[in-house]
């Protein structure tokens, strides 16, 4: 089963293979954003991979749209409700105004 590692809080789950990575996330009470439910049409789950990226499940053309519409792009970027964890993966969660709007 791959293992996906969570960034910045170095949390390391196990999943069958094909698990969407919100999905893992959500389901360890790793907190990802997903404001329209993990179809494809928002870009809250924005993730980037650390490693593994290269083995990832193929962008299709509604997620590089939503894509389009993140502030910190990464060359890596995914959308966390679009990736299925293949093989072992390190994921960042990058922070948001929303993380920041909890801090205050
Ligand atoms: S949760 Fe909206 S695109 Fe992933």
Known sequence: MPKILFKPNDVEVEVPQGTPVLDAALDNN???NHNCGGNCACSTCHIIVE???E???EMSEDETDMLDEVENLSETSRLACQVKAKSDI???IPETVDDFEDDL
């Open 90 to 92: 390190v994921i960042r």
């Open 55 to 57: 083995a990832l499940n």
């Open 30 to 32: 790793i907190k990802i």
């Open 51 to 53: 490693s593994g990226y």
